[in-house]
């Protein structure tokens, strides 16, 4: 299988047997950034798994035959001034190396030695267990970061898209090395494998992928997961109790998958509500009010759902009244679409900074590598922007009155609280 996009400049193409792989080409650049990604993740372990896709992210940089230690994996990668990691999410995982050109084949050598070849001992994996349990009670103690844990806990439930990438400490400690391999081995083949090599990259370099990456799957396992179909939130309100000094608040819901006909014009809310310094939620609450130093509107989406969730810090005293703020503001724009003005803002802004992080190898990477995991094509930026350019003010406000129904909406805070009551008195409001 061989495409090009439409600026006859980034194409993808086929291993036989072997991995799909992507050539993104940049002019004036000296870098040149490796990226694999694997459909795998979190949300295809059972629960006797948790935590496997994250652990064996850990342990492919411990040793291979050829580099047996974690200290001359790093060593020879620091050599080349390398940027390089990898990492976990619900549906897919990655590794990435970023170098000069010269030190592609390299960089190719390594990372496809690491994949196929590491070790994979005892001793490591033992050891490891603490490592991670350590990274999940770093997380845990800082509510900044774990709110967006509690947030996924309340949308998804039970649900593996609820549950910690990481997995629980009792997980991790429970874990057993021969499930982990069996895991490995069942889904870690070639043919799983998307391979990105991005930034000044020529077209004759796909040999040397071909290469290194051409090791035929001994039987093809698609990784499956557990489809999400729920159309409301698990719970309306999640608390962690805290003694902190600052109330973490996520509020969200239910939001569109990847590929689904509102994902833009949700993306263009987003910005619109709380992408910017210029933002409703930030002039509202931070700039008039004086409540908050950080608010901020996202978006995320999967293969089968999504979400959108807004995150702010505010002193105890004003929790309840920085979220009726935030549910005013979404009130509003259901009852009146954005100005001509306003959306134009919002489409500049995606434009922007969209093309301003694609001026780096490694967002360029990412950008292509995620359009064909997730997407199934190598839409370019340009037409990519001139669909956001399309999005309609009226688009933007079903959305905002298909999503921000009180039903879809879900709170969860850390801080000084017990009592649920008050606050699902104020999403029934």
């Known amino acids: 299988m061989c495409y090009r996009n439409i600026m006859n400049s980034i194409f993808v193409s086929k291993i036989p047997h072997g991995p799909k792989v992507v050539f993104a080409p940049q002019k004036n ?36 035959n050829r580099r047996p230690s974690n200290f001359i994996i790093s060593q020879e990668l620091d050599r080349l001034g390398a940027e390089y990691n990898g990492f976990t999410g619900e549906d897919h995982t990655g590794y990435w190396i970023k170098t000069i050109r010269r030190h592609l084949d390299t960089s190719l050598d390594l990372l496809s030695d690491m994949l196929f070849n590491s ?61 982990l391999l069996s895991f490995k081995k069942k889904f870690y083949q070639s043919d799983n494998l998307i391979v990105v090599v991005a930034g000044n990259v020529k077209k004759e370099d796909i040999k040397n992928v071909k290469k290194y990456f051409n090791v035929s799957s001994a039987k093809h396992n698609t990784p499956q997961f557990k489809v999400f179909n729920r159309r409301f939130p698990s719970s309306r309100v999640e608390i962690l109790n805290q003694n902190t000094k600052q109330i973490q608040i996520a509020l969200g ?17 987003s910005i619109i ?48 009244k920085t979220i009726l703020l935030i549910l005013e503001e979404l009130d509003k724009i259901k009852k009146n679409p954005p100005s001509a003005e306003e959306l134009n803002r919002a489409k500049d802004y995606y434009e922007g ?12 990477a990412s950008y292509y590598g995620s359009r064909v995991l997730f997407y199934k094509d190598n839409l370019s930026p340009s037409e990519l922007v001139k669909k956001i350019k399309k999005v309609r003010a009226e688009e933007i406000q079903f959305v905002a009155r298909e999503l ?22 104020i999403l029934n409001y």
């Open 253 to 269: 819901g239910i939001g569109y998958p990847y590929k689904h006909r509102y994902s833009l014009p949700l993306e263009l809310l």
């Open 353 to 364: 900074r969209l093309k301003i992080s694609l001026e780096d190898s490694a967002d360029v």
């Open 404 to 425: 921000f129904n009180r039903k879809n909406i879900s709170l969860s805070i850390i801080g000084p609280f017990k009592n649920k009551n008050i606050f699902e008195k």
């Open 119 to 179: 070790l994979f001992r005892k001793s490591d994996f033992e050891k490891e267990k603490g490592v991670i349990i350590e990274e999940i009670k770093m997380y845990r103690d800082n509510p900044m970061f774990y709110i967006e844990n509690l947030f996924e806990k309340a949308l998804y439930g039970d649900h593996p898209l609820g549950r910690l990438i990481s997995g629980e400490i009792s997980q991790i400690k429970n874990l057993k090395l021969k499930e």
């Open 273 to 320: 509500l709380g992408g910017y310094m210029s933002s409703r939620l930030f002039s509202k609450i931070r700039v008039e009010q004086g409540l908050t130093y950080f608010i901020k509107m996202g978006v995320n989406a999967f293969v089968d759902t999504g979400n959108f969730v807004i995150r702010a810090g505010v002193d105890k005293n004003n929790t309840e």
């Open 29 to 64: 650049t000296e870098t040149v950034t490796l990226l694999v990604l694997l459909p795998l993740g979190s949300r295809y372990e059972t629960l006797n798994l948790g935590g496997a896709s994250h652990f064996i992210e850990h342990l492919l940089f411990k040793g291979t």
